[in-house]
Structures are given as C-alpha cells and as structure tokens.
C-alpha cells in the first residue's frame, strides 16, 4: 500500500487535557487512516500482514523514537502475567521477531508457556495494534545473522549482562564487560547459546485507529490454528 500524502489530519474534538499534540503532524493520520480501513482494505487476500506493513512505515516516518517498540506479554507457569518492552527487528506473515537473552524472565517465561501477546502503539499516529499467538524460536542461522549485525560492543553486551539476575553493582557489570572484551579482543564475538530471536506467530491480529467521539474503528482477524485462514471481524470500540 502506497503512503497516501494527500491526506489531511483531522482536528479532534474532544481533546484530552494531556494531550500536546503537535499543530503539524509529519505523518498522514486522521482522514488518511479513516480511509484505510474500509471493507475492500480488509477483504484483501494479503491482509493483516500488508496492513501491518503500512501502518509500520508510516511509524517509521512519524515516530520519534523506536517505533518498532512493542510491549510483549508472557505469562509463567502459574499464568501470572508479566509486560516489558522490546524491540522487532523483522516481520511478515510468520510473526513478529524480536531477540533476547533466553535466561531472562521473558525466556524463562516463554520456556514455561510458548505464548505471547504484542502491542503497538504509535502514538502520534494514534493506533495500536494488537497480535497474540504461540511463540517459536527463529533458526539458529537467523540468530547468528542478526547478532552479527549487531554493533560489537553489544554483542560483548550480551555476554556480560546476565539479564534479569541479580547485579551486585554497576561495577559487576563493568568488570564482565572488561572481561569479554578481553576475551574476544580478537576476531569475532560469537552468539551466546542462549541469545537468541524468538517469533511471535498470530492467531490473533486486531487494528484500533482513533476516530472522533471515541468511536473509534476496531478490525480483527482470528483463526484457530496457523494454517488456517484469518477471519475477519470489526469491533464495537
Ligand atoms: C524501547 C525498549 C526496547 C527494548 N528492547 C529490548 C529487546 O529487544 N530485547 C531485550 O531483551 N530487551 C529489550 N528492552 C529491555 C526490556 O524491556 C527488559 O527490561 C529486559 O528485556 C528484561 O526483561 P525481563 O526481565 O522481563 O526478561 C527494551 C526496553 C525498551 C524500553
């Protein structure tokens, strides 16, 4: 779907007192967005993925900062759930990547139930979008490309940080860091077994755009296992 710049922001009506939304937006929002979610956008064939893609790259341009941020929610064993912020480094109709340390809570969590929920929200453009499914590993070829991608100093990060693990003190920290980087001062800083990419795979796919009065849209797509086909559904808001 083409960026649409003909668009033109609509004024809100009933503005929140703690809002400080900009006199100008940057990204086409409003009218454009209110476009968009008609019956023939969501009848295509190729939906969410493609809607997904463009609300995205309209995040791209509008976002300040981070705009592939997406909160991510597991549950442990008990079903206590738990909520931390990360950040996707790919996506298409598989899922949504992201990379952690696999001893972190997050890792742990997932080891003990294989389902997550996401959540975008890119508040300039008032949207969100929601996806929740089982959670695979992505291949350990996947892993090793997008660590090497990595500036080095993170990938000796890596080593260092026993996240979410008690830290005695920052110093702890420094003196793990010193230590890899003495380690590995020459060559390559390999992938750590247990950093790895992780694929949030959607059963569930929904798509929430501001409208005026609080009426705002609502679309959905379900299915029931993934290799079903996606329904469509809108919400009341
Ligand atoms: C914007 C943002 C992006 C983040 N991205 C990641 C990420 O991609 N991977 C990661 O492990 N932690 C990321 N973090 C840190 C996590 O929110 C969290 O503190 C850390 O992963 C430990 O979470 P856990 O104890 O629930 O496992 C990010 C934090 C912020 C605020």
Redesign the pocket.
């Given at each position: 779907m083409a960026a649409e710049t003909h668009c033109k922001p609509h004024p809100d009506p009933n503005p929140s007192p703690n809002s400080r939304r900009p006199a100008k937006r940057t990204a086409p929002s409003g009218d454009c967005a209110r476009e968009r979610l008609k019956n023939d956008e969501m009848d295509r064939p190729d939906a969410p993925v493609a809607l997904f893609r463009a609300w995205f790259a309209e995040a791209q341009a509008g976002e300040l900062n981070?705009p592939n941020?997406m909160a991510l929610a597991t549950a442990d064993a008990n079903g206590l759930p738990?909520l931390?912020?990360?950040?996707m480094?790919e996506f298409d109709e598989n899922g949504v990547v992201?990379?952690?340390?696999g001893e972190?809570?997050?890792?742990r969590q997932l080891a003990e139930n294989a389902q997550a929920a996401v959540l975008f929200h890119w508040k300039s453009l008032r949207r969100q979008i929601r996806l929740r499914g089982p959670v695979e590993w992505v291949s350990e070829a996947e892993s090793d490309a997008y660590f090497a991608s990595r500036p080095r100093d993170s990938r000796i990060g890596a080593w260092a940080s026993q996240?979410?693990r008690p830290l005695e003190g920052r110093f702890a920290l420094e003196k793990a860091v010193a230590a890899y980087a003495a380690r590995y001062a020459v060559g390559e800083v390999p992938r750590p077994a247990y950093w790895h990419g992780y694929r949030v795979r959607p059963l569930y796919w929904e798509f929430w755009m501001d409208k005026p009065f609080r009426l705002h849209d609502r679309v959905t797509w379900r299915r029931d296992s993934l290799d079903a086909p996606f329904e469509m559904t809108r919400l009341y808001p």
């Amino acid at each position: 779907m083409a960026a649409e710049t003909h668009c033109k922001p609509h004024p809100d009506p009933n503005p929140s007192p703690n809002s400080r939304r900009p006199a100008k937006r940057t990204a086409p929002s409003g009218d454009c967005a209110r476009e968009r979610l008609k019956n023939d956008e969501m009848d295509r064939p190729d939906a969410p993925v493609a809607l997904f893609r463009a609300w995205f790259a309209e995040a791209q341009a509008g976002e300040l900062n981070d705009p592939n941020g997406m909160a991510l929610a597991t549950a442990d064993a008990n079903g206590l759930p738990d909520l931390r912020m990360v950040l996707m480094k790919e996506f298409d109709e598989n899922g949504v990547v992201f990379y952690t340390n696999g001893e972190s809570a997050k890792g742990r969590q997932l080891a003990e139930n294989a389902q997550a929920a996401v959540l975008f929200h890119w508040k300039s453009l008032r949207r969100q979008i929601r996806l929740r499914g089982p959670v695979e590993w992505v291949s350990e070829a996947e892993s090793d490309a997008y660590f090497a991608s990595r500036p080095r100093d993170s990938r000796i990060g890596a080593w260092a940080s026993q996240q979410s693990r008690p830290l005695e003190g920052r110093f702890a920290l420094e003196k793990a860091v010193a230590a890899y980087a003495a380690r590995y001062a020459v060559g390559e800083v390999p992938r750590p077994a247990y950093w790895h990419g992780y694929r949030v795979r959607p059963l569930y796919w929904e798509f929430w755009m501001d409208k005026p009065f609080r009426l705002h849209d609502r679309v959905t797509w379900r299915r029931d296992s993934l290799d079903a086909p996606f329904e469509m559904t809108r919400l009341y808001p």
